[in-house]
């Protein structure tokens, strides 16, 4: 069976001041029935396919993540708790290790906690394309077919057809520019969904190929790590020795044995309030509310309202989000401004505990 490795790490600062490091976006309610993490591993459980889930949190996360899962009737998750975060890479190189253990031929997927995918039933039937290339010792990436010329994802060019649904990895392309992006979705390129699915032994070849120091640190947290329940806590020492580097530019980037599976089920990453609006329910004028809201005159924003009322007239295109201590009032085409403007804030006026 599939492993599915679910990365709960981020903090979502792009989605101030509703988010925050306290409660991070994948434990918010955005789009759909649950939080994001409900969700995710809502979509991740199928008997027969998927085992146990590994969830890979930070460690002031462990009573959020317990208690949502318990909420959901979705508990059973082994809850790996890092003691600082140091991106994707270290992360999953303990998942990997943990997935090895149980396993010698496991294959792990992983996803995201806070991105969302509302076609359950597309996602699933794109993992399984995947597997024959990964069983084979391909790490497998899944890139969507771009439905806009997004400017916040990284982009795919697929290379040599491998057989079945899978090709070879021709290029990254980093975040482009308007112009760029346009190009690239002309050119069939796809967004990089940050998906993968391998075998968990071929993850750990290529780590000591291409990040030794990932996998020496990954080996000693787990190896020191502290067992409670269903709680893994990595030894702390060893974990922040590991290089803060993420998956795609310490192994994706450098491998010659990646792939690219094409896949066209719905999916946001939920970046950004633009990316809110877009995957949310909206009204007649194109508004997208949460909460005690009045509107009056008003198209195509988004509004949320946490504990508090909000009235609203005669403007469009807003992003409005308020919350007892922090409000948020900007274009939604300007929504990129918003870590740069939560921090300017944080800084002025340290929010109360």
């Not at 031929?105 to 597309?122: E, K, N, Q, V």
């Not at 009204?283 to 509107?295: E, R, Y």
Request: charged share 20%; proline share 7%; glycine share 8%.
């Amino acid at each position: 069976m599939i492993v599915p490795v679910i990365l709960s790490g981020g903090e979502g600062r792009r989605l101030w001041p509703l988010s925050s490091p306290d409660r991070p976006k994948q434990f918010l309610s955005l789009a759909g029935d649950g939080t994001l993490l409900q969700q995710t591993v809502r979509r991740l459980t199928e008997p027969g396919v998927f085992g146990r889930p590994i969830i890979v949190g930070g460690l002031t996360q462990r009573f959020l993540i317990a208690e949502q899962l318990r909420a959901a009737g979705l508990e059973g998750a082994q809850i790996v708790l890092e003691p600082i975060g140091r991106n994707t890479a270290p992360a999953l190189a303990v998942a990997a290790l943990l997935a090895l253990a149980a396993d010698p031929d496991a294959l792990i997927l992983s996803a995201h906690a806070d991105h969302a995918i509302p076609d359950t039933a597309g996602f699933r039937a794109a993992v399984a394309t995947g597997v024959p290339a990964a069983q084979a010792g391909r790490l497998v990436l899944f890139g969507l077919k771009p439905s806009f010329p997004a400017t916040g994802y990284g982009y795919i060019r697929q290379g040599a057809p491998l057989g079945g649904s899978a090709s070879e990895v021709a290029q990254f392309i980093e975040k482009p520019d308007a112009v760029r992006a346009q190009t690239l979705l002309a050119e069939g390129c796809l967004w990089n969904s940050g998906i993968f699915l391998m075998r968990a032994a071929a993850l750990v070849a290529e780590l000591r190929v291409h990040a030794p120091g990932v996998l020496a640190a990954a080996r000693a947290a787990v190896a020191g790590a502290v067992r409670d329940a269903d709680f893994v806590r990595l030894d702390p020492e060893a974990f922040a020795a590991a290089p803060p580097i993420s998956i795609d530019h310490a192994v994706f980037e450098k491998t010659a044995n990646a792939a690219v599976v094409a896949a066209d089920f719905a999916w946001s990453d939920i970046g950004s309030w633009s990316a809110v609006w877009e995957v949310s329910a909206r009204d007649a004028a194109g508004n997208a509310t949460l909460g005690k809201v009045v509107l009056d005159a008003v198209g195509d924003c988004l509004v949320f309202a946490e504990s508090v009322s909000v009235a609203v007239h005669g403007v469009s295109g807003l992003a409005i989000v308020a919350t007892p201590e922090r409000v948020l009032v900007l274009p939604r085409a300007s929504d990129q401004k918003v870590r740069d403007l939560a921090d300017r804030v944080d800084k002025a006026n340290p929010p109360s505990r």
